[in-house]
């Protein structure tokens, strides 16, 4: 069993940043690839960032490339999405989630997520 649980949500002015962090649980969390998705209420769930096993290869929406950045620490079992440059329209709950396939874009090739962080961004 794989838990993943995100932290570092909060309220924040346009043009400010916040690091959101997912920490995993279970030992096979440094084989996998990680990706982060976001929902808003009324909207479906979107593809933010997605990074490889090794953290070598990353990949972002076209909303986030130039202001989000994904890193993970396999020894802490940890996988990053750091926001900069916030937008009211970023507002949304970040889910971080477990990859079956890397820079995948589909949440149906994420198996295991976590509850989310909620982000709010004021303008």
């Known amino acids: 069993q794989v838990q993943l649980v995100e932290s570092g949500g909060g309220l924040v002015q346009a043009g400010g940043s916040l690091r959101l962090s997912c920490a995993a649980s279970?030992?096979?969390?440094?084989?996998?690839?990680m990706g982060w998705f976001r929902q808003a209420p009324g909207k479906e769930r979107e593809f933010v960032a997605a990074?490889?096993?090794?953290?070598?290869?990353?990949y972002y929406a076209e909303s986030a490339k130039g202001r989000f950045t994904i890193s993970r620490d396999n020894a802490k079992g940890t996988v990053y999405l750091q926001l900069n440059n916030l937008k009211p329209e970023d507002t949304a709950v970040y889910h971080c989630?477990?990859?079956?396939?890397?820079?995948?874009?589909?949440?149906?090739?994420?198996?295991?997520w976590g509850q989310g962080t909620q982000v709010t961004v004021s303008s």
């Open positions: 989630a477990r990859g079956l396939a890397e820079g995948s874009r589909w949440i149906h090739n994420y198996d295991y």
């Open positions: 279970g030992r096979t969390f440094s084989n996998h690839a």
């Open positions: 990074i490889s096993w090794n953290g070598v290869r990353t």
